[in-house]
């Protein structure tokens, strides 16, 4: 991977998540990494900081975020995980607090989440439990991190039983955005982030939704100011709904981020992790929820149909493989995610593009059948 450029250039786009004593902003700009240092500097107390990074990351970004923080008079390490989801593991997650003690980290430190959503669920359930929490800042370096997984406060390592069985939530201090890095990320993990940005779409957003209809061109194409303008649309979406219901209360609009997660998380977790991307397997798990919506009669075939659309113009699968685990396998695993309550299914549904509910009324058969008679490719 060559190493990529961060351009000292272009405006800001701020975006505030409310949350009275835990609130704190989302700063989007090119360039932004060679400004992390300043930022970090007036953002939080610590001048000793971890930087928490993957190997694939740490040569190209890395470097750079550990001259800016050197040049503001912060001093930290960086430490380098192995990548992919088999970070977010108990394993992992000891081997980072026996470095924070190694390295005498107190309650003032800090660390820093520079990576895609493994790193920053990973480093994030660290900060909120080490010396029983500390704070912590994201630097997300993919476009689902940057759209998603670096808000809200959601953290956690996965458990074999259930995809992301073992977390806290812990509001980060900051979330520092900077687009260039995406200059370098796989196409696949591109694609596999505008699943998350059209979800924003479906479950809130018509006129968004339209956006990406008409823009996805570029943002395949990764122009600059397309990739900004959905990354600061997403991020406003999931401030507004994670400042009005933080912790997923019972009843709250959080929920509705779980659009195509109930499925997806299932198929994660079947395929032990492996063989599907997260944003790939919510992709496939929002084209399910658009087919139980449609026999339910929530919304039109023309509405499904349109989203599923979309969904194929982005380079996501909206269908399982041949290869997947049995129906009867998949739908096991929907019970062990915490989409369920009380063993009670719980599906988000559109009622219309821009429009979702959540439904607890759906029958295990009901979904069970959706599992088996949607066609595989
Ligand atoms: N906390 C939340 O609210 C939330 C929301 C959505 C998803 N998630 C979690 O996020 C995880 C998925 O995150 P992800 O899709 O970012 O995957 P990821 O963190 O595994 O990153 C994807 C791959 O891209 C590489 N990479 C990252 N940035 C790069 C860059 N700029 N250039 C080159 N390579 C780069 C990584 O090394 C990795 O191999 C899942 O574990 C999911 O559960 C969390
Ligand atoms: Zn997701």
Redesign the pocket.
Known sequence: ?NS?SHSDSGAARVVRVELGPRSYEIRIQPGLLLKVGQLLATTVKARRVLVVT????GP??GRPLAKALQSAGISGDLIELP???GA?TWEVCKSLYDICFDQGLDRSSCLVAL???????LT?FVAATFMRGIDFVQV???L??MV?????G???I?HPRS??GIGAFHQPRAVFIDSD??????DR?LK??LA?VIKYGVIEDAAFFAWIEQNLAALLARDPEALSYAIEHSCRSKARIVGEDERESEGGNRALLNYGHTFGHAIEACLNYQGY???EAVAIGMALAGELALRRKLWKPEEAERVEKLILRAGLPTKLRLSDPAPELLHAATFSDKKTRGGQLRFVLPTAIGKTAVFKDVPEAEALKVWQDVPRA
């Open positions: 991977m990529a993957d190997r694939n990351i190209v970004h990548p992919g989801e977010k990576g895609g959503g493994v790193i920053g669920d994030g997300p370096t993919t689902l991190a998603d997984a670096s808000v809200g959601k953290t956690a996965d995809k992301n890095a995406l200059k370098t990320l796989p993990d596999s982030g998350e991307l997260h944003g």
